[in-house]
């Protein structure tokens, strides 16, 4: 057996992870309290793409030797491949204990936070929008699609790979559909005539659905003033319908930077007065 198990390492040391795997698999069926093996082997299916099984491997590793801060880490990176985040945390909030500020299970464990983070406000997006089906559309305010709008926006500014954004367009669509407008307050004067000129092109393509102008338009708008939030909800949205997320989520943390309270369900619109109004373009 211990010829085996160091046949299994050499293997284990030149990737060949199926040659290793029968080794340690020989050594375990012969020394089933053989620690070391049992985590050996967890290493092989982890490495093979059977997260199952190394999950199993690797509890028997615990079992045998609850100190082995490594295998309570793999074990972590085990769970979290098959979506089981909450006792991946565990996993390594356990490393941590055996070994403080071991290098990975530090790094996994913030990871795992995030991602349980970000799950949870996508959670709340779908919830929210399984209720707004069943809303009446002559009575409904759209507060549940602004809430809605919200966790997605968290849930990928926590982590950007999250399916929350897939979510966004549906959420547009209906912005945009409904024709919901959010009245700014801004009084329009000759000092600030050009910025307002870009606000209302802008809002023009975006109803359009134009998203490039839409883009230029509140692009040039923040170039003149970059302190109000209905421009860079706007702006996100052309970013978002362009294919560009990480510039739309910049927008839209922008939008809640300078108005945490802004809803996001509405698309801003000015009063212009007519002699300010954008010329045709």
Request: hydrophobic letters at 40%; glycine letters at 6%.
């Amino acid at each position: 057996m211990s010829a085996l198990f160091k046949m299994g390492l050499l293997e284990l040391e030149q990737a060949e992870f199926e040659v290793a795997r029968e080794c340690f698999e020989a050594v375990v069926i012969e020394e089933a309290s053989n620690s070391e093996a049992w985590f050996q082997l967890g290493i092989c299916y982890l490495e093979t793409g059977r997260p199952d099984l190394a999950i199993e491997a690797l509890s028997r590793t615990l079992r045998l030797n609850s100190e082995n801060a490594d295998a309570h880490y793999l074990l972590g990176n085990a769970y979290g491949s098959t979506g089981l985040l909450e006792k991946a945390l565990e996993m390594y909030q356990n490393a941590l204990s055996v070994q403080p500020h071991h290098p990975k299970a530090e790094e996994f464990l913030t990871r795992t936070q995030s991602l349980i983070q970000s799950r949870e406000h996508f959670r709340k997006a779908a919830r929210l929008f399984d209720e707004g089906k069943f809303k009446d559309p002559a009575t409904d305010d759209l507060q549940w699609l602004d809430q809605a709008f919200r966790e997605l926006i968290h849930s990928v500014a926590i982590f950007p790979q999250s399916p929350a954004g897939r979510e966004f367009e549906s959420c547009i669509k209906l912005i945009l559909d409904r024709k919901l407008e959010q009245r700014i307050e801004v009084p329009v004067n000759e000092e600030n005539r050009l910025w307002a000129e870009h606000c209302e092109r802008g809002k023009s393509f975006l109803t359009s659905r134009l998203w490039p102008g839409a883009y230029q338009a509140y692009s040039e708008a923040t170039q003149f003033e970059a302190g109000h939030a209905f421009v860079h909800h706007a702006l996100g949205i052309a970013q978002y319908q362009m294919g560009d997320l990480a510039g739309a989520m910049k927008s839209w943390l922008a939008t809640f930077e300078i108005d945490p309270e802004f809803n996001f369900a509405r698309v801003g619109c000015l009063q212009v007065p007519k002699q300010y109004q954008a010329k045709a373009h």
